[in-house]
């Protein structure tokens, strides 16, 4: 079994910056992909960014140019580095452990993010 761990949340005003972690733990196999997702109020959970462990990213395009993903192996921990936030970017944010072969997905418990125009 996977635990996934969020810290970091809070309110914060808009154009300013968040960093969110995510501690895994566990049995933790090495080659896998972690990422954040989020979820508004009354909206599907969407996907923000993910990095795999070998260290290639990608971002959602609403995101992209404001939030850096990474991670350090070591540790199983993954960050997202928000900055220039704005109201849309209000949400719950979920962290997330995806296996590829076969594929599974482990889930934390979600940390929110304010952010007040």
């Known amino acids: 079994q996977v635990q996934l761990v969020e810290s970091g949340g809070g309110l914060v005003q808009a154009g300013g910056s968040l960093r969110l972690s995510c501690a895994a733990s566990?049995?933790?196999?090495?080659?896998?992909?972690m990422g954040w997702y989020r979820q508004a109020p009354g909206k599907q959970r969407e996907w923000v960014a993910a990095?795999?462990?070998?260290?290639?990213?990608n971002y959602a395009d609403s995101v992209k140019g404001r939030f850096t993903i990474s991670r350090d192996n070591a540790k199983n921990t993954v960050y997202l580095q928000m900055n220039s936030l704005k109201p849309e970017d209000t949400a719950v944010y979920y962290c997330?452990?995806?296996?590829?072969?076969?594929?599974?997905?482990?889930w934390g418990q979600g940390t929110q993010v304010t952010v007040s125009s």
């Open positions: 566990g049995n933790i196999f090495s080659i896998n992909v």
């Open positions: 990095i795999s462990n070998g260290g290639s990213t």
């Open positions: 997330n452990l995806r296996y590829p072969n076969p594929p599974y997905d482990y």
